[in-house]
């Protein structure tokens, strides 16, 4: 395993970022509506996600899995986590956009981080190897 116990949770969240672009865009680099603004304007729940989203890969149930797994983030946590996936732009302006102030973006991001690691180490996507 690598030192760094979130190497492998970055790697799995990378490739869900490029599926939840493609999902919300096409590919085409402009989204009518992003998962962000989803989970800004209306939350997003397991549910919801199940009957919205439709695969558009052969690998969509992993990357399902996890965003299942974002949207049960704890809401103090989600919002940064989203922010930093999915966002555009640097720390800095994902954090202003937050009204949070760096320290308490890279904070929560971290929480939120060491949450999903657990959460993605149960459903198998992660291993468990310390």
């Not at 869900?16 to 989970?39: E, F, N, P």
Request: hydrophobic letters at 35%; proline letters at 2%.
């Amino acid at each position: 395993m690598a030192d760094n116990p979130l190497h492998d949770l970055e790697q799995v969240m990378q490739r869900w970022a490029i599926w939840a672009a493609a999902r919300d865009d096409g590919g085409l680099g402009y989204a009518a509506r992003s998962t962000l603004g989803r989970v800004m304007d209306e939350g997003i729940t397991g549910a919801a996600i199940r009957n919205q989203y439709h695969s558009y890969s052969h690998d969509a149930p992993l990357e399902e899995t996890i965003e299942r797994s974002v949207s049960r983030c704890p809401e103090e946590v989600r919002e940064v986590v989203v922010k930093h996936y999915l966002g555009h732009g640097t720390v800095k302006q994902k954090a202003k956009d937050l009204h949070v102030s760096v320290e308490k973006y890279y904070r929560q991001l971290n929480n939120g981080q060491y949450w999903l690691h657990g959460q993605l180490t149960m459903a198998g996507i992660l291993s468990s190897d310390a």
